[in-house]
């Protein structure tokens, strides 16, 4: 039995048809331009499930278009979708290869909206978190999930949080506790149901129908199965038509009800068949097997369970599991590199800073220096000037005031003296008398 590890995000799944044709408008015009891209992105991820192969080959001439344009966004749309196309047809290592080039994509391009790459790396570790569920490490696609559900909470993106309520879903699921698996179950149906998702909202519905098969209520397992999918065949999901009626066919087989077992199985192989979907044909084979050896058909029994263990063997395998084990530590360890040399880029940035201003603050101080030295030694010059003319001037005094000691020495030395003009004047005074 199969719980649906449900929601793949791509540019918009389960859209109208009119939408889808105004997509198709767009691409039967010659102009290659990013809106091109779009259509093409857009009309990959609407029939991904009913049309694996057409969605990959429209992702494919995506992503051709949008690298000849240097387009990021639609190259990371383009890788996303590649990633979905390639896990629906079972192809779980390319799968997981392009879900990290688009997580790689919307984590690294600057170009691309902050809201846009917040979104695409929800969707693409979501996705990624279904690879894990699928190959059977819940532990890995906990991490995942966990890394979306972070991203859409704080995006408000009611669609992943219905996702992740369905994963959380399946968790409580593979832990027995099964009345909480289906409050999850129910929560997501509800939002997915607002939000017309309708596929994902028949995925919701099978879960629910599968936790009551596990309680043995086979009357309500059929009646959620039933619901699941009438809504899966309104929206043409071959894929999950073919892995609801596998659930389906064990259902009337556990009822005792052989021959519609048998036919269910049957016709989830041929809708298998028709999307190239090998997980789904892997299982619809071991219900066969199982169905007919319930029925002592053992030779038929034993023929469908040979088919089932070659496609088993090309589904999943040890290598597989590692190669993907080994591209989630390689782009763990690529994401802490790129944020330690981001840090170390940062911490230059800052060295280079404090060292070109440490340049900025010697080059003033040198040119303020040399300011000082300059005017010092214009000072030192004047005062050695003033100095000399003060000497000069201190001189010519010397030279006049000597002189003027000297005139009057001369002067006083010509001139007849005091007592000598007495003795003159009295013997004049003598003679007149």
Not at 202 to 226: A, C, P, R, T, W
Request: glycine share 6%; charged share 25%; proline share 1%.
């Amino acid at each position: 039995m199969l719980i649906c590890f449900f929601a793949f995000f791509g540019n918009g799944i389960y859209a109208q048809t009119s939408k889808t044709d105004s997509i198709k408008k767009v691409l039967n015009t010659q102009t290659e331009d990013n809106s091109r891209v779009d259509a093409l992105n857009r009309l990959s991820s609407l029939v991904y499930s009913s049309n694996p192969d057409t969605s990959l080959e429209l992702a494919r001439q995506a992503l051709d278009l949008a690298e000849k344009l240097n387009y990021a966004k639609g190259i990371a749309n383009a890788y996303n979708n590649l990633g979905i196309g390639h896990y629906v047809k079972g192809n779980y290592k390319m799968a997981v290869d392009f879900n990290f080039k688009a997580l790689e994509y919307y984590e690294n391009t600057k170009s691309i909206p902050l809201a846009e790459r917040k979104l695409g790396q929800g969707d693409a570790y979501n996705n990624i978190g279904n690879i894990y569920y699928r190959q059977g490490n819940a532990k890995m696609a906990l991490e995942n999930y966990s890394k979306a559900l972070a991203i859409w909470f704080e995006t408000g993106n009611k669609k992943g949080i219905a996702s992740s309520s369905n994963n959380i879903g399946n968790i409580h699921a593979g832990n027995g506790e099964f009345d909480k698996a289906i409050e999850f179950y129910f929560k997501a149906a509800d939002i997915n149901s607002q939000t017309g998702n309708t596929g994902w909202q028949s995925n919701n519905l099978m879960n629910v129908g599968e936790i009551y098969f596990m309680k043995n209520d086979y009357v309500h397992s059929e009646e959620y199965y039933q619901k699941s999918l009438q809504l899966k065949e309104q929206i043409h999901d071959r894929s999950g038509m073919a892995m609801l009626l596998v659930n389906m066919s064990n259902l009337s087989l556990k009822s005792g009800k052989l021959q519609e077992s048998k036919n269910r199985a049957l016709k989830g192989l041929e809708l298998a068949r028709q999307v190239s979907a090998k997980p789904q044909m892997r299982d619809a084979l071991l219900q066969l097997s199982l169905s007919d050896s319930v029925a002592g058909d053992y030779k038929s029994a034993y023929n469908y369970h040979k088919l089932y263990a070659s496609y088993k063997d090309s589904v999943i395998n040890d290598v597989t599991n590692q190669a993907i084990f080994k591209k989630q530590l390689q782009h763990d360890y690529e994401k802490k590199e790129a944020i330690a040399k981001a840090d170390q880029e940062k911490k230059l940035a800052i060295a280079e800073t404090e060292k070109k201003q440490q340049r900025l603050v010697l080059l003033l101080v040198s040119f303020v220096l040399i300011l000082v030295i300059v005017f010092a030694l214009f000072i030192a010059r004047t005062l050695r000037t003033t100095r000399s003319q003060k000497i000069i001037i201190e001189m010519k005094q010397k030279e006049i005031l000597d002189s003027i000691h000297y005139a009057k020495k001369i002067q006083q030395s010509l001139l007849p003296t005091e007592k000598y003009i007495r003795k003159i004047m009295d013997r004049a005074q003598t003679r007149t008398s």
